[in-house]
């Protein structure tokens, strides 16, 4: 099983660039999310979808922008990205069916390391 | 709102002794509480959750935690450390209703052998 797939795993651009994550999952979930990981910060959520055609802002939305065209593939967008943007990223999801609609896991995916000069 | 606080950035440990690793969180109605790990460069692991029933629970690689009610509070703990344990360790809260988790700033857990 594949579970949760981040491509690609390592990135630098340079300030203004633009560029895409993408995150795959092939275990039929509803919702899935991208949180950023900085030292001494946790994780925290940049945006999440609750289902295929469907985005929300997280606690950190600014400067990204998400899509979610297909149920298994969700990805995050940098148009301009800046130093602040260098970071490890994380895709996560959840199922919604069964008893653990409301209480089920995040899966993760093994993290894009992205570095901006 | 939902927040997780883990109040300590490290905790050091003997291979052998026990090891409680602290969390705490703020939630409005009664919170689903969750831990994970992470080991060096990779994603993180779902070890255990708390919805409801037993305040004490069990998970992945011999850890448990408690859930206290009155002491909002949801600890992680291992009766016998291993080095292989070392690793970031994540609580994490979503309140009901919530689509999101938000998860803690870590715990750093290193075994010494």
């Known amino acids: 099983n594949a579970g949760v797939t981040q491509t690609p795993k390592f990135r630098v651009l340079k300030t203004g660039q633009s560029m895409t994550l993408l995150c795959a999952q092939d275990?039929?979930?509803?919702?899935m999310y991208w949180y950023r990981q900085d030292p001494g910060m946790g994780l925290r959520l940049i945006h999440y979808?609750?289902?295929?055609?469907?985005?929300a802002k997280g606690e950190v939305p600014d400067g990204y922008n998400v899509s979610r065209l297909k149920k298994q593939n969700f990805l995050l967008g940098l148009e301009s990205a800046a130093p602040s943007q260098t970071s490890v990223y994380f895709c996560?999801?959840?199922?919604?069916?069964?008893?653990?609609?409301?209480?089920?896991?995040?899966?993760f995916g093994e993290g894009s390391r992205l570095t901006v000069l | 709102a939902q927040s997780v606080a883990q109040p300590e950035d490290q905790v050091n440990v003997a291979e052998g002794n026990p090891l409680t690793v602290k969390c705490t969180y703020s939630?409005?109605?009664?919170?689903?509480l969750f831990w994970y790990v992470q080991y060096p460069n990779r994603g993180l692991q779902f070890l255990l959750k708390y919805i409801t029933g037993d305040n004490l629970v069990k998970g992945s690689y011999g850890f448990e935690a408690e859930f206290n009610k009155s002491q909002t509070s949801f600890h992680l703990k291992k009766p016998s450390a291993l080095v292989s344990d070392s690793a970031l360790y994540f609580c994490a809260v979503r309140a009901p209703g919530y689509s999101t988790l938000t998860f803690g700033k870590g715990t750093m857990l290193l075994v010494s052998p």
């Open positions: 275990m039929n979930h509803e919702y």
């Open positions: 996560a999801s959840r199922g919604l069916a069964g008893g653990d609609a409301l209480t089920g896991e995040l899966f």
């Open positions: 939630v409005s109605g009664n919170p689903y």
């Open positions: 979808s609750v289902g295929e055609g469907t985005t």
